[in-house]
C-alpha cells in the first residue's frame, strides 16, 4: 500500500487546466486525465522515472505493458511499424478506442519501462477532447493506464480517481463522466494476422482470440520479457562468470539505483543490458520492502522462472 502524502488537485480540463498538467508532466509526475474509455494516469512515456511513477501510485503488482496514447496517426508511426492490415484499422477507428500493439521503432525514444521490455508497442490515438488537448499540448507521448490504485475498478469519473489516487497523485483534470467506461479494445497486427489480445467497445470481426501464454498488452497474466540467460535473485555478489545488477549499497556492475521508483525505471533496459553482456548469467540483488519493491520482484520472479 502506499501511504497518501501528496495533495491532490481537482480541477477543470480547460485550458488553464491543460497548462498545470503540462507541467507537471514535464516535471516527471503523472496526472490523471479522462479519455473516452475511463480515467487514465498519464505521465511522459520518453521519461523513465516518470512513468515507474505511475507504478508507485497505483501500487501495481507487476510490469505489464502500457499503452502509449498520441494525438494522430502520423505521431504513431514514429513509434510504431504498421503494415497494411494495422494501418487500415488505424484510419478506420482512430481516434477511438481501439490499442494496436506493432513492432516498436528502436528509434521511437520510448522508456523500456512503457513496453516491459519487449519489442512491441501498445499504442492508440484516443477521441476524447481532453486527452487530445493535452497529448497536443505537451507534444509527446503519453503512456496511461487506468488511473485507479491496483485492483481497484477503473474509473469513469474524476470523483472515482480521487477516492482511489488521492494523496498519491498531484493532479486530476476533471473533464465529467467517460462516455464508454470500459477499457479499450487490443489488437495485435505484428505481421502474423489479426489477434484480439483484450475485448473492448470496438468489435474487429477478423481479429482471431489470441493463444498462449505470451504477454503483449494490459490486461493480459503471467510471463512477460525474460532474458535468454539464466537469472540468479536475492544476489549479495557475482558467481563465476555472472554479470551483478545491484541495488541500494550492493553495487555490482550494474547498479538499480537506491530507491523503488529509480529501480523500476531501470529494471528492463538494464536486463537488456546484462542480457547482451557477455558473461554467461546475471545476478540481482535483493529489492526489499513492500509496494513498488514488491512489484519489482513479482517481475524479477516471472524472468527467472523456468522455462
Not at 500500500?1 to 480547460?14: D, G, K, Q
Not at 496526472?31 to 512513468?51: I, R
Not at 505484428?190 to 501464454?213: M, N, Q, S
Not at 544476489?235 to 529501480?263: F, M, S
Request: contains cysteine.
Amino acid at each position: 500500500m502506499v501511504a497518501p502524502s501528496l495533495p491532490t488537485e481537482i480541477i477543470p480540463a480547460n485550458a488553464a487546466g491543460i497548462d498545470r498538467a503540462c507541467t507537471i508532466l514535464a516535471q516527471g509526475a503523472p496526472v490523471a486525465v479522462p479519455t473516452e474509455t475511463v480515467y487514465g494516469l498519464a505521465a511522459d512515456a520518453t521519461d523513465a522515472l516518470a512513468v515507474a511513477r505511475i507504478y508507485k501510485a497505483k501500487g501495481r503488482p507487476d510490469f505489464n505493458p502500457l499503452i502509449t496514447h498520441v494525438f494522430d496517426l502520423e505521431a504513431a508511426e514514429k513509434l510504431a511499424v504498421f503494415n497494411d492490415e494495422a494501418r487500415e484499422l488505424a484510419e478506420m477507428y482512430w481516434p477511438g478506442p481501439l490499442t494496436l500493439v506493432l513492432p516498436r521503432r528502436e528509434e521511437a525514444g520510448i522508456a523500456d519501462v512503457v513496453t516491459a521490455g519487449l519489442p512491441t508497442i501498445a499504442i492508440r490515438v484516443p477521441a476524447h477532447p481532453v486527452m487530445r488537448a493535452l497529448l497536443h499540448r505537451y507534444g509527446k507521448p503519453l503512456a496511461a493506464p487506468s488511473a485507479n490504485a491496483s485492483g481497484r475498478i477503473s474509473p469513469t469519473q474524476a470523483a472515482h480517481v480521487a477516492a482511489s489516487l488521492a494523496g498519491r497523485i498531484r493532479l486530476i483534470l476533471d473533464g465529467g463522466p467517460c462516455e464508454q467506461g470500459i477499457e479499450s479494445t487490443i489488437i495485435a497486427a505484428t505481421g502474423d494476422g489479426l489477434r484480439l489480445l483484450r475485448r473492448g467497445p470496438i468489435h474487429v470481426p477478423e481479429a482471431a482470440e489470441a493463444k498462449g501464454d505470451k504477454i503483449e498488452a494490459p490486461g493480459q497474466l503471467l510471463s512477460h520479457y525474460a532474458p535468454q540467460k539464466r537469472l540468479r535473485l536475492d544476489a549479495t555478489e557475482a558467481g563465476k562468470n555472472e554479470l551483478l545488477i545491484g541495488y541500494g549499497e550492493i553495487e555490482g556492475d550494474l547498479h538499480l539505483g537506491d530507491d523503488p521508483v529509480t529501480a523500476a525505471a531501470r529494471l528492463f533496459s538494464l536486463l537488456h543490458e546484462a542480457d547482451a553482456s557477455e558473461a554467461a548469467g546475471i545476478a540481482v540483488a535483493p529489492i526489499p520492502g513492500e509496494g513498488l519493491p514488491a512489484a519489482i520482484r513479482d517481475r524479477l520472479k516471472r524472468a527467472a522462472a523456468p522455462r
